[in-house]
């Protein structure tokens, strides 16, 4: 069993993100979980990530170089 409170206080910290050292903002995934198609950002004419954060880390190429259903981008962002 889980502490309730210990999982809410994680999920609900402000503070930096942290990543494996091998972590990518962008990867492959399987089929049916995360993935760019459930996301704000993705255009679908053209497969296309409209984030900022991935323009920036993509040299401004929005395209994404996998199928929306098997691709994931974790932009991370504050809260404001």
Known sequence: MFNMYKLTELLLNEGPAEYPADHQPGMRVTKGGSMCANCKWW?????KCS???????HDGDE?????ADEYCCN???PKK
């Open 43 to 47: 255009v679908a004419e053209g497969n």
């Open 75 to 77: 932009w991370w962002q």
């Open 63 to 67: 395209k994404i170089p996998y199928p």
């Open 51 to 57: 984030s900022k954060y991935w323009l920036k880390w």
